[in-house]
């Protein structure tokens, strides 16, 4: 069982926006704002889409933000794209003896 | 440009040990932390752990503690994870993946990510 809690699928039509949430606790996502996600194609690498809960890297679309709210993080892709179909994983720093945990993951669908 | 690449697919038997390399090139190699991540088939991905090229210090996962060895090899620029006692849910694509930006950051964030290497543990 992953730490922190995703929803095993979201989907949406080109153009729409959709947010995907990843659940923790105040000893991870609450309580610090080490928040990222991470876009992952089938078959290939994971891709850094957010860290610090809302920052983008460098090339990465602003179609994609973040957000946090206690212990949820969010990820909202606007003006969704056939290419943003994709898995999306959420990740945390967090105070236990691992500091680095996932998300199990969301599939993204694109109808 | 940044390319991390690392070694190829492993077949190996329960019990074994596997040793995954991961060379970089295009930055500072001692300038940013790598961490290894794995992912099962079909499953989400997995912190093990990193390490400080420069200092060579680590930190590992609770659940791999005694079983992970990182280590790495400045005058190459290439990182090592070294897996012992394998068993059949050890099956995994594992990845180094270079940390984003410098302290902290570097610690939790990963921008740079290599192919992945195959490791298959069967009987």
């Known amino acids: 069982q992953s730490a922190l809690t995703q929803p095993a699928s979201v989907s949406g039509s080109p153009g729409q926006s959709i947010t995907i949430s990843c659940t923790g606790t105040s000893s991870d996502v609450g309580g610090y704002n080490y928040v990222s996600w991470y876009q992952q194609h089938p078959g290939k690498a994971p891709k850094l889409m957010i860290y610090e809960v809302s920052n983008r890297p460098s090339g990465v679309s602003n179609r994609f933000s973040g957000s946090k709210s206690g212990n949820t993080a969010s990820l909202t892709i606007s003006g969704l794209q056939a290419e943003d179909e994709a898995d999306y994983y959420c990740?945390?720093?967090?105070?236990?003896?691992?500091?680095?945990?996932f998300g199990g993951g969301t599939k993204l669908t694109v109808l | 440009q940044v390319q991390v690449v690392q070694s190829g697919a492993e077949v190996k038997k329960p019990g074994a040990s596997v040793k995954v390399s991961c060379k970089a090139s295009?930055?500072?190699?001692?300038?940013?932390?790598m961490h290894w991540v794995r992912q099962a088939p079909g499953q989400g991905l997995e912190w093990m752990g990193w390490?400080?090229?420069?200092?060579?210090?680590?930190?590992?996962a609770q659940k791999f503690q005694g079983r992970v060895t990182m280590t790495r090899d400045t005058s190459i620029s290439t990182a090592y994870m070294e897996l012992s006692r394998l068993r059949s849910d050890d099956t995994a694509v594992y990845y180094c993946?270079?940390?984003f930006g410098s302290g902290h950051s570097g610690r939790v964030y990963f921008d740079y990510w290599g192919q992945g290497t195959l490791v298959t543990v069967s009987s």
């Open positions: 990740s945390s720093y967090t105070s236990s003896t691992t500091p680095v945990v």
């Open positions: 295009g930055y500072t190699f001692t300038g940013y932390y």
């Open positions: 390490i400080n090229p420069d200092s060579g210090g680590t930190n590992y």
């Open positions: 993946a270079r940390g």
